[in-house]
Nanobody
């Protein structure tokens, strides 16, 4: 079993910034991917970003590219999602996810992550 602990959600004004973190613990593989999904009210869940432990490559959905940055602290099995220039449409529940590869997180993937975090609310006000 793998446990994912998230933190960092909250309320921010449009144009502001937030940083989310996700720490994996338990029986993690030597190489794995940690990513972020979000689900806004009335919308489907979408994979928005991922960090690959295999090759340090990253993935961003078009909706967040250029505004969000994912990074990793390998020593602590933690990934961070720095979210800048937040917009009201970024309001959603953000969930961390553990998968073998980032291809699982990419939009259009038919695969699902192996483990999920509990989710953290991000609300962007106008």
């Amino acid at each position: 079993q793998v446990q994912l602990m998230e933190s960092g959600g909250g309320l921010v004004q449009s144009g502001g910034s937030l940083r989310l973190s996700c720490t994996a613990s338990g029986r993690t593989l030597d190489y794995y991917a940690l990513g972020w999904y979000r689900q806004a009210p009335g919308k489907e869940r979408e994979g928005i970003s991922c960090f690959s432990g295999h090759d340090d490559n990253t993935y961003y959905a078009d909706s967040v590219k250029g505004r969000f940055t994912i990074s990793r602290d390998g020593a602590y099995n933690t990934v961070y999602l720095e979210m800048n220039d937040l917009k009201t449409e970024d309001t959603a529940i953000y969930s961390c996810a553990y998968a073998l590869h980032c291809s699982t997180v990419q939009i259009g993937s038919a695969l699902l992550p192996d483990y999920w975090g509990q989710g953290t609310q991000v609300t962007v006000s106008s």
